[in-house]
């Protein structure tokens, strides 16, 4: 790759600094195309200057960086503002600049897009002749006429029949005010080869596993898929999240010498949420959002009493570093029943998340459907043991611990039910129970496979492994001559 030039399209949230200096580091000549978004590139935050474009300037030459300019991007405070109609703004000032002065200036090789946001530059590079990579990260996309593409300085008129439309287009004009096109079917349809953040996630689309994939959504990844223009890449967590280095614990540490600093952290946390002082408490972290349509927390909340009932000899505890609609209730669980020894529930703090997954024996992530997820990853990073369910990135990430075979990385359930979290609780439980040196000796051995596996030069070698296949595959023209026609 270290000849080819391609260029990254995408909004911050979805193109990490530390995957653009992998891919870099690995050869390939990158240049990355950002939002100039002059409010969050400098950012006093609690002491730390976070600047996102000087992070970007670490890991590339300042050449190979692309600030797409707009008055709208310049006084944001966030890159997604969660309302559709500023957000689409967004996305077509964004890729306005990307097609009409990015993308001439670099003349790049391939192009790299990332969700809806980028959703129209695949059938501008189809039209230009350039192949492009669509990676998805969630389902999420917008409709909006050619008019008001048009209408934000885009020729959509050059590209129009490569998009997808809401109804089979019948000539350009007939199109134009009244069919709207669909910003991730268009990025699906039209780029020459796609992904998502994890294999089983993408075969779960396929075969139609999620109702909440639209079908023009389902059928545009399916057919992508049976055309062998479709994979899973796993995301990986920052390198900052890394116990021998992490600035926000109280003491680092190495897989050789996790026992005594996590016994540290774990008391230290006991302290700080007020849990009961108890070194042999087993410990419980829950670091996502408390989100009942994805994550899971009402099957914790429906068992929470019983398992600390269940366990209270043992001393366990369960800590919330998490916000989300279920946060009162887990409030109210530990109010009700006196339990605040033994259950800690905290607004998401991210010196204190670092601190609990140094301090926690297993985390718990029992999601109904998970793209990818990176808390399970950082948890076996630390020394957490993962519970969690088998869907999508999880069940790519986390596999059954064996004792005996010394293999594998966590606990993991099948029937999203308080009887599958139930059982994998039992099973931490059992682990839990084992001698301190059968346990150090696996813990060792998760972390250290863990800091191997789970990391950006892996991940960017699988996406260097599709550029060169997408470089050395033809791009074929032959559909989207054909304005009728919405097929890959």
Same mark, same amino acid.
């Not at 609609?325 to 800690?344: C, G, K, P, S, V």
């Given at each position: 790759?270290?000849?080819?030039?391609?260029?990254?399209?995408?909004?911050?949230?979805?193109?990490?600094?530390?995957?653009?200096?992998?891919?870099? $580091?690995?050869?390939?000549?990158?240049?990355?195309?950002?939002?100039?978004?002059?409010?969050?590139?400098?950012?006093?935050?609690?002491?730390?200057?976070?600047?996102?474009?000087?992070?970007?300037?670490?890991?590339?030459? $300042?050449?190979?960086?692309?600030?797409?300019?707009?008055?709208?991007?310049?006084?944001?405070?966030?890159?997604?503002?969660?309302?559709?109609?500023?957000?689409?703004?967004?996305?077509?000032?964004?890729?306005?600049? +990307?097609?009409?002065?990015?993308?001439?200036?670099?003349?790049?090789?391939?192009?790299?897009?990332?969700?809806?946001?980028?959703?129209?530059?695949?059938? $501008?590079?189809?039209?230009?002749?350039?192949?492009?990579?669509?990676?998805?990260?969630?389902?999420?996309?917008?409709?909006?006429?050619? &008019?008001?593409?048009?209408? =934000?300085? +885009?020729?959509?008129?050059?590209?129009?029949?490569? #998009?997808?439309?809401?109804?089979?287009?019948?000539?350009? $004009?007939?199109?134009?005010?009244?069919?709207?096109?669909?910003?991730?079917?268009?990025?699906?349809?039209?780029?020459?080869?796609?992904?998502?953040?994890?294999?089983?996630?993408?075969?779960?689309?396929?075969?139609?596993?999620?109702?909440?994939?639209?079908?023009?959504?389902?059928? &545009?990844?399916?057919?992508?898929?049976?055309?062998?223009?479709?994979?899973?890449?796993?995301?990986?967590?920052?390198?900052? #999240?890394?116990?021998?280095?992490?600035?926000?614990? +109280?003491?680092?540490?190495?897989?050789?010498?996790?026992?005594?600093?996590?016994?540290?952290?774990?008391?230290?946390?006991?302290?700080? #949420?007020?849990? &009961?002082?108890?070194?042999?408490?087993?410990?419980?972290?829950?670091?996502?959002?408390?989100?009942?349509?994805?994550?899971?927390?009402?099957?914790?909340?429906?068992? #929470?009493?019983?398992?600390?009932?269940?366990?209270?000899?043992?001393?366990?505890?369960?800590?919330?570093?998490?916000?989300?609609?279920?946060?009162? +209730?887990?409030?109210?669980?530990?109010?009700?029943?006196?339990?605040?020894?033994?259950?800690?529930?905290?607004?998401?703090?991210?010196?204190?998340?670092?601190?609990?997954?140094?301090?926690?024996?297993?985390?718990?992530?029992?999601?109904?459907?998970?793209?990818?997820?990176?808390?399970?990853?950082?948890?076996?990073?630390?020394? =957490?043991?993962?519970?969690?369910?088998?869907?999508?990135?999880?069940?790519?990430?986390?596999?059954?611990?064996?004792?005996?075979?010394?293999?594998? !990385?966590?606990?993991?359930?099948? !029937?999203?039910?308080?009887?599958?979290?139930?059982?994998?609780?039992?099973?931490?439980?059992?682990?839990?129970?084992?001698?301190?040196?059968?346990?150090?000796?696996?813990?060792?051995?998760?972390?250290? &496979?863990?800091?191997?596996?789970?990391?950006?030069?892996?991940?960017?070698?699988?996406?260097?492994?599709?550029?060169?296949?997408?470089?050395?595959?033809?791009?074929?023209?032959?559909?989207?001559?054909?304005?009728?026609?919405?097929?890959?």
């Amino acid at each position: 790759m270290s000849n080819q030039l391609s260029a990254k399209a995408g909004g911050l949230a979805d193109v990490s600094a530390s995957l653009v200096s992998a891919l870099h $580091e690995l050869g390939a000549d990158v240049h990355v195309a950002l939002p100039h978004y002059r409010k969050m590139f400098h950012v006093d935050v609690g002491g730390f200057i976070n600047d996102e474009l000087l992070i970007y300037k670490s890991k590339l030459p $300042e050449d190979r960086i692309h600030l797409a300019e707009d008055r709208i991007f310049y006084y944001q405070d966030r890159v997604y503002t969660n309302t559709d109609a500023i957000d689409l703004k967004i996305a077509l000032a964004f890729q306005r600049e +990307i097609i009409n002065n990015i993308i001439p200036t670099v003349k790049p090789d391939l192009i790299h897009c990332n969700d809806w946001m980028t959703g129209l530059i695949p059938a $501008e590079a189809r039209t230009l002749g350039i192949p492009s990579l669509f990676t998805f990260h969630n389902i999420h996309t917008v409709k909006t006429t050619l &008019e008001i593409i048009e209408d =934000s300085g +885009i020729d959509a008129a050059e590209f129009w029949s490569n #998009l997808f439309f809401e109804k089979p287009p019948y000539n350009y $004009e007939e199109s134009r005010n009244q069919n709207p096109a669909d910003y991730l079917c268009s990025g699906l349809f039209a780029s020459h080869f796609i992904n998502t953040v994890s294999p089983t996630f993408l075969r779960e689309i396929v075969n139609g596993q999620h109702n909440f994939v639209p079908p023009n959504i389902q059928a &545009e990844v399916a057919a992508k898929f049976n055309a062998g223009c479709a994979t899973g890449i796993l995301n990986s967590p920052d390198p900052s #999240l890394n116990p021998a280095t992490d600035p926000h614990l +109280i003491e680092t540490y190495t897989p050789a010498t996790h026992a005594p600093a996590k016994q540290a952290h774990k008391n230290h946390l006991q302290e700080r #949420l007020g849990l &009961e002082k108890n070194p042999k408490a087993p410990l419980f972290f829950w670091p996502s959002r408390l989100d009942p349509i994805q994550k899971g927390c009402q099957l914790l909340a429906d068992l #929470l009493f019983h398992v600390i009932d269940r366990y209270w000899e043992d001393g366990v505890q369960v800590c919330f570093i998490a916000n989300g609609a279920y946060q009162n +209730i887990f409030h109210d669980i530990a109010n009700t029943h006196e339990l605040n020894q033994r259950i800690a529930v905290c607004n998401f703090d991210e010196a204190l998340s670092h601190q609990a997954f140094a301090a926690s024996d297993f985390m718990l992530m029992p999601s109904l459907f998970e793209p990818c997820g990176l808390p399970q990853m950082t948890a076996a990073i630390y020394g =957490s043991l993962p519970i969690v369910r088998n869907t999508g990135g999880l069940h790519d990430s986390i596999s059954p611990l064996d004792i005996k075979a010394q293999t594998g !990385n966590g606990f993991r359930f099948d !029937n999203y039910d308080t009887g599958g979290l139930s059982w994998a609780i039992d099973q931490a439980m059992h682990f839990h129970r084992l001698k301190p040196t059968t346990k150090a000796r696996t813990l060792k051995r998760v972390m250290t &496979e863990s800091q191997q596996r789970f990391n950006h030069t892996v991940t960017a070698q699988g996406y260097i492994d599709i550029y060169q296949k997408m470089l050395q595959r033809p791009l074929v023209q032959e559909n989207f001559n054909d304005p009728g026609v919405n097929t890959p």
